[in-house]
């Protein structure tokens, strides 16, 4: 199962580059056996300031045909890294071919593209920069990776 992360903005040379960088090689290594992967980025900007409206069209078009649609939301639901593991594993094991995580502009992501959405996910009541979620999200999907191949790097 291919997964994809698409999001508002544009990542340049940063430490939060670093670390996605470094995720995503560590979930395509460990997630090939597993039937996920590869983890690819599309990233998407309104040059004009249109806010979500604007930014809706954009992501729709980054996002595979047929994938399901997760948005990463703060009013999405919140789970245990072993739960999100169970929950990609699952996905995978229904033959989805593609998924992609959908994470919006600071202003979040548009009400009729979070209605499309198969799941909604949060990282808590707090809300986050998107940059540092695709670093969370990145990290999370290693782990899942993880979790799902017996490794020892998620302790509980």
Sequence with gaps: ??????AVGRLRKSPELDLID????????TGRALGLGPLSFHEVEDKKGGGMSAEAP??????????????????????????????LGRWRDEGRQDVAFVIGGADG???????????SLSFGKMVWP?????????????????ILAGSPYHRV
């Design 1 to 6: 199962m291919r997964v994809h992360v698409c």
């Design 22 to 29: 470094d995720y995503s090689t560590r979930f395509d290594r």
């Design 58 to 87: 954009l992501l729709e078009r980054a996002i595979p045909k047929g994938a399901l649609i997760c948005t990463m939301d703060e009013r999405g639901k919140v789970m245990s890294s072993p739960d999100f593991a169970k929950l």
């Design 109 to 119: 992501i548009d009400p009729a593209l979070r209605a499309k959405a198969d799941a």
């Design 130 to 146: 998107h940059m540092l979620v695709r670093v969370m999200l990145s990290e999370q999907l290693y782990r899942a990776a993880s």
